[in-house]
């Protein structure tokens, strides 16, 4: 299949997924044409099945805010008309979207009738979609798509329970690169990181509020407080980096944690890993505590949206009530006091990751999905 893929290219888990999709997709034969306003980072080198078309942004004296969606429309319409796209595959709602439920109609005066396929990965329902100034362009475009993804089965309840989205939604839950993301032997960077055995703590993220950061830094310090040995490496970068590197400054424990900012390849960070911690404050799937488990590593997190889809209770690691700063210590020193317990989560976890969330597993389900719609818009027409 010829497929257009548009994400936002940048450090955040739906052009994580979207890039590794295609990338998934390609070595598997298609032909993938990313179609974004920059590379998407985690792109790497492009090949014969990989293209990238580039959307250039007007500027014009008028234009105080330039029309990206209609840029992206129209890059979108020339894409399926020149490289002859079987299908056209969506990454977040707004405004992506709604460019490609445009560029349908305006291929249709053509002739030409593409399959829109859009996966919805949570702030776009979330906090995006909720906004009434976005509500009614949301729903239409989503409805309007001719199949509608979702990355848990929480964001598939969550989008249908606006009462607004009357499409069916299926649901195909991110995945990892088990060969990618598996535990590393990396004794000399845990060294350097832990001089004296230190346990260490991760937690990797864009830094939006939403992740709670900050939280992460107070566990860290309730963990030292009581005299526990640990280092915490924060990796990523975003809006409340400097709020935690205050709040460790504050609770004097900066110099304890390391702040690696944007990091790849993040899976040899993960495999020195203990514990990894994730007290998003929403999370639809958690990608990066998939990242961690693939690697072997224990998660501690939020008992909110998708997570429990993805961690299992009392045996890949603990799920803590939202913004529960004691109980996430308290699951962390549970692990920290007992290795058999600690190794065990760690096993468990890389098996789930590897049984349930393999990248052989999910990309075929996409696959079908596609082919399914293409079969639908056909037998429309
Ligand atoms: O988490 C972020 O801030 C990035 C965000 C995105 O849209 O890029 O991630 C969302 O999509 C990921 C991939 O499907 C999910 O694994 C994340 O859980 C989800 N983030 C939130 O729901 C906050």
């Known amino acids: 299949m010829k497929i257009g893929i548009t994400c936002y290219p940048v450090y955040g888990g739906s052009g994580v997924v979207a890039t590794e999709l295609g990338k998934a997709l390609a070595s598997r034969g298609h032909c993938v044409h990313f179609i974004a306003y920059s590379m998407p980072f985690r792109l790497g080198h492009i090949n014969e099945n990989i293209r990238f078309h580039e959307v250039n942004v007007n500027t014009y004296p008028l234009f105080e805010y330039p029309p990206y969606t209609l840029n992206l429309t129209s890059k979108l319409v020339d894409t399926v008309k020149y490289e002859e796209l079987d299908i056209l595959h969506m990454h977040y709602a707004i ?53 509608v993804t979702a990355v848990s089965e929480y964001l598939k309840e969550e989008t249908l329970q606006s009462g607004d989205i ?3 939604i299926e649901v195909i839950p991110n995945f990892i690169d088990t060969n990618r993301f598996k535990p590393l032997e990396k004794a000399h960077f845990k060294q350097a990181i832990c001089p004296n055995g230190e346990k260490l703590l991760v937690h990797v993220s864009n830094f939006r509020p939403v992740k709670r950061a900050v939280e992460v830094v107070n566990v860290f310090h309730a963990l030292r407080s009581d005299g526990y040995a640990v280092k915490l490496l924060l990796v990523g970068d975003g809006p409340d980096r400097v709020a ?39 999370e639809t799937f958690g990608l990066a505590a998939l990242e961690a488990m693939s690697c072997g590593v224990p998660v501690v997190a939020s008992d909110i949206g998708g997570l429990p889809e993805l961690v299992v209770e009392g045996e890949t690691g603990f799920l803590c009530d939202l913004g529960d700063i004691g109980a996430f210590t308290a699951r962390a020193k549970e692990l920290l006091d007992n290795p058999d317990l600690m190794k065990r989560m ?13 990248t052989d597993i999910i990309i075929p389900k996409y696959e079908s999905y596609y082919e399914s719609v293409r079969a639908s818009v056909a037998s429309a027409v």
Not at 120 to 143: K, M, R, W
Not at 256 to 281: C, N, T, Y
């Open 95 to 147: 405004p992506h979207a709604t460019s490609a439920v445009l560029a349908r109609q305006i291929l249709a005066l053509e002739g030409i009738r593409i399959p829109i396929v859009t996966t919805l990965h949570g702030t776009d329902i979330t906090i995006v979609g909720q906004d009434p100034s976005f509500a009614p362009v949301v729903n239409y475009s989503i409805n309007q798509s001719d199949g």
């Open 166 to 168: 009357k499409s069916h």
């Open 244 to 282: 935690a590197e205050h709040k460790a400054r504050e609770l004097g424990v900066y110099e304890e944690i390391r702040f690696l900012g944007k990091q790849e390849p993040v899976e040899e960070i993960l495999s020195i890993a203990d514990i990894f911690l994730m007290p998003s404050g929403s």
């Open 346 to 358: 760690g096993k468990a976890s890389r098996d789930r990751a590897v049984s349930e969330f393999d």
